[in-house]
Structures are given as C-alpha cells and as structure tokens.
C-alpha cells in the first residue's frame, strides 16, 4: 500500500489536473507529482522545483521528475540520450583532490534545459542539498566541474545549508542566468543519490501476458469470430522516475483502509483489489476536489468498460444469464463482527445480482462470481445516508436481502455519491420489476391437507394450488389395460391478487396465505425454507404496483 499526502494542488475538478504530494512508501515520506489525465494517473519523484503558481508552466530547472523538458516548450518530450547519476559516476572516478573541499562553480542556464540538474535532500529529509542527477550537454554538465554527489552549500551567496528542499528549489529557480554554485563533494552521500525512485515501489496490478484484457478479442466458443483490433490502453508503465496507473477499472473511495479522522483522505484501489494508494489532502476542500475529479474519470471508463464487457460476452453470456445491464465498483460490508469494508464488483443482468471479489480476467472468470441472487428473490431494503455513522449523513449506504433455501441474505454496500447510490437503488429496484415481468411464473411443490400438491404464483393471474397428476388405468370389457393415462392436475385453490389479505411464514417451511374464503388460512408445507417464494411474491406485488404508476 502506498500512502500521499497532498502538499499543493492545482486545477479544478475536471481533467487534466495535477499536484504535489506526499507518497508513504516503506514508512518514509517521499515528494512526488500526481498528473491526472482521461485515462491514468502519473506518480512522478520529485528531485527538482515546482512552481508555486498552479498556472505556471511545470518546469523543474529543465528536469521533470527526471525526465528532460524543453523550456519553450512545456509538453516536450525530446529527453537528452544520457544523463549523470550515482550509478554512472561511481565515487573512485571522482578526483581526490576535491573530495570534502569546498569549490565555487559559474554556471550559466541555457534558454533549453536550464542549469541541467536534479536535486534530492533537504532539511526536512536531514540531508544537505545534493545534486542527483546531471544531464550530459546541459549547462551543469558543460563545466566539467559538477559532480553527483555534490552538496550544494550556497546558490549565489545564499546559504543553503539549512534549507529545506522546496527552499532551494525556489533558489535554484530565480537564481538568474549566471549562477555560481558553492558545492562540497561528499562521497558518504553516494548511497543516498543512488537509491532508486520510490514510486517504483508502488505496488500495482500487472496481469499475465495470457490473461484476457478488457478490450481484447471478444469471449467467444466460435473460432471464426475476429473481432477489429482495439485501440491501445493505457497500461501500467514504469519509466524511470514515473509511474504511470491505467485508471479503467479502478475503484476510487475513501475511508476503507486507513483510518481518517480529519477526513482528509481518498484511496485508489486495484482492480484485482491486491493493491491501494492512499492519497492524503491538506484540507477537506482540496479532496473533495481531487476525489471528484477521480470519480469522474473513474466513472466515464467504467461506463466504457461496461460496453466492452457487454460486447465481448453477447454470444456466451455470463453466469447463466444472456446481457449485464449495469456494473461498477461498490464497498461491500464484510461478515466479520468489526466494521469493515472491501471492494466489491457488483454486476447485475437481466435477472441476477453478481457479486465478484475482483475484476474477472477471462472467461471462466466472468462465468463464475463469489454470489449470484436472483433479482426475484431479492428486494431493496434501505438507501440513503447511514444516521449512526460517526459522520451522520456522509456515507451513503444501501441494503438488500435476498430469500434463499438457507433463510435471508443480507448485503450492505456503501457507495460513494450520492449520484451513485440513486442509480444503483434504481437500477435493483427497476431489475426486480423486469425480471418479474420476464419470469412470470414460479412454481414449487408443497404439502396441503396431507396431500403433495404444487404452488403456482402467476405474475398475471395470481394464486393456484393444484394436486399433482394420477396415473389413471384404461379399462376394456371390464378389465384393466397396461396402458396408463395421466389425468389433468386438479385445481384445489385459486385467487387473484386482490383476494391476499394476509401472507406469513414460519422461516422454517411453513407458508401461510389468507385470501378471506371459507377454507380460512391456508397452511403450505414447502418442504423448505419458504423465504424465496415469499421474496418473490414480494417481487411480484412490487412490479404491479409499480406498473400502475404507485410506489412499491
């Protein structure tokens, strides 16, 4: 798990958007820059400066996070071929003669590249200012006289001895176009410049080369079937001082991992849920900016994703049902007795909920979630703000129960707007309704009266109790035939849905309906739990109020 925190950002609430943050890697704290775009977050480590002015251009004396930009030309990617570190300039190729003295160093920025350098340490990091990284044929590189590993004492006469590292950084920048340096090379510092980038150990999701993306070939049986090839994704990429994070499929939420009393907090989760980046903000302003801007994008690839999914399953369907109609990450609450959460891809078809543990890779995968609940059986029980919660009225959660041979089921999800959670409560509610009106007709046996009979509830019609069918012998002159013909199932009962004035159940296998005829209450023995047949009963009620313009 990788945790930041946020120290400045910049931009709105839409895309692009950028900012410089804090990253936990190790238990250390670590300077790097987030850049959100469409499609990806960059993590980049910051051993250089930053502007102070969100609108200024990003410009880190001619070094970008270790990557070399053009000062004309902000988005220029036209990196130098080599560059100077602590594993090119081993400590035995430096001159002796400088090592722990003093030396003064004129250099002069070039209009491309400025001083050509990158700077680790500081202060806060109980470092002098040293330079990490220089970059052949820039200014730095052209006196011949700079060295990694140089702690720089004074830029111009200011003393940088006790600065920290955004201190210098601003230093560095209004230093001019002639900068004299006063540097002090320290060999015991090597370990320290050499050290790689710690967003390089920022964990994350690497799927095997053979496992099936979103995007590739449609799932299919048929070897025929080629689908058109794909525009490329964007995937993860290490490169250098950068990381780049494909955001397609993520789940972005807060407060699952890591306690955040000051509610300052946002976190990035995987999606095979292996992995999380914590993002920490400044104030509850700013994250509410960066984490509506992640949601956004989140949001806008999912909806992509879905389409993808739908294609790539048209002919197979999943887990037994022929179309996916909405899907998208939810935090579900887990079984254990402390309060806690996990993410959850919720999937739902025509007529079932699907719960996986992480997004399918292929097609077994997707035939084979964690749950499956058919929406018949299945009812929406709460939606809206949690009032118990520690943050009354901030986490919006929703409830449902499904009637199952073992009794009830309840799932509590938790979703993460309140956009969210009006469109997932209409999408299960809207789902029961049409599989009910898909269904139509449930049957199951039972026991009435002593006699083993068969319970039909009819979207339409209602109520029937019907004995099964005999096998009646055919008779010829007075004597029986080895022919056996069955008789006609025998209707014992039969009401509309308007003659209900009462349904229970004993949760065990007892079913009891009361339609006010003479019979009175009629007891079914179900043979087991009856808590299905009462959901979908429930479902049927539901779904014809509903269509006559009532809320059910």
């Known amino acids: 798990m990788a945790v930041v925190v946020a120290t400045g950002l910049s931009g709105a609430s839409g895309v692009p958007k950028s900012g410089l943050v804090e990253v936990l890697v190790r238990e250390q704290w ?18 250089s400066s930053v502007s102070d002015n969100a609108n200024d251009t990003v ?58 350098i990158s700077i680790k340490g500081g202060k806060e990091n109980k470092m002098p200012i040293l330079i990490s990284k220089i970059f052949k044929g820039l200014a730095a590189d052209q006196t011949q006289a700079l060295y990694v590993g140089d702690a720089i004492l004074s830029v111009n006469g200011m003393n940088l001895r006790d600065a920290t590292h955004d201190e210098a950084v601003q230093v560095l920048k209004r230093a001019g176009k002639e900068v004299t340096l006063e540097v002090k090379y320290m060999r015991e510092a090597t370990p320290y410049v050499k050290k790689g980038s710690p967003v390089s150990e920022i964990g994350w ?20 079937y080629h689908s058109p090839s794909p525009p490329l994704q964007p995937s993860l990429s290490l490169q250098g001082e950068r990381r780049c994070i494909p955001l397609k499929l993520c789940y972005v939420t807060r407060a699952m991992t890591t306690p955040d009393p000051d509610n300052r907090q946002l976190e990035l989760h995987s999606p095979d849920t292996r992995h999380t980046v914590v993002l920490r903000c400044p104030d509850q302003p700013s994250v509410l900016s960066w984490f509506s801007a992640l949601h956004s994008v989140t949001s806008a690839l999912t909806q992509r994703a879905l389409e993808e999914v739908i294609q790539n399953t048209v002919r197979t369907g999943i887990a037994g049902s022929k179309e996916i109609r909405h899907l998208g990450w939810l935090a579900g609450k887990t079984e254990s007795e402390k309060q806690s959460w996990k993410p959850v891809l919720v999937v739902m078809t025509e007529k079932d909920l699907l719960l996986y543990d992480s997004l399918p890779r292929g097609k077994e995968a997707w035939q084979s979630p964690a749950h499956t609940y058919p929406l018949l059986a299945t009812r929406l029980v709460h939606s809206g703000p949690d009032r118990g919660s520690p943050h009354s009225g901030t986490e919006l959660y929703f409830a449902t129960r499904t009637g199952s041979r073992l009794g009830i089921e309840t799932h509590l999800f938790r979703a993460e707007t309140n956009k969210d959670l009006s469109l997932w409560s209409r999408h299960i509610v809207n789902g029961c309704h049409t599989s009910a009106e898909m269904i139509k007709e449930v049957t199951t046996s039972c026991l009435y009266m002593g006699q083993e009979c068969r319970l039909v509830i009819h979207y339409e019609q209602g109520f029937c109790v019907m004995a099964g069918p005999s096998l009646l012998r055919e008779r010829e002159n007075g004597e029986e035939r080895g022919a056996h013909t069955p008789t006609r199932p025998r209707v014992l009962l039969s009401y509309p849905y308007e003659k209900l004035k009462m349904s229970s159940d004993d949760g065990v296998r007892m079913l009891f309906l009361d339609f006010g005829g003479k ?26 109020i509903a269509r006559l313009g009532l809320v059910a």
């Open 205 to 224: 999701e690497t799927p095997p080369p053979e496992s099936p993306r979103l995007g590739s070939s449609p799932i299919t049986s048929s070897p025929t």
């Open 59 to 116: 410009n880190y004396n001619g070094v970008n996070n270790g990557s070399y930009l053009d000062n004309n030309n902000a988005n220029s990617n036209n990196c130098p071929r080599t560059v100077r570190t602590a594993f090119t300039e081993l400590p035995d190729r430096v001159p002796e003669a400088i090592a722990n003295r003093k030396r003064s160093v004129k250099v002069t920025k070039q209009e491309i590249g400025g001083l050509g």
């Open 30 to 47: 670590h300077k790097v820059l987030i850049n959100l775009t469409e499609e990806a977050i960059t993590l980049s480590c910051n051993e």
């Open 519 to 544: 019979e009175g209450e009629i007891q079914l023995d179900l043979h087991s739990c009856p808590k299905p047949i009462v959901f979908i009963l429930h479902t049927f009620l539901s779904a014809k």
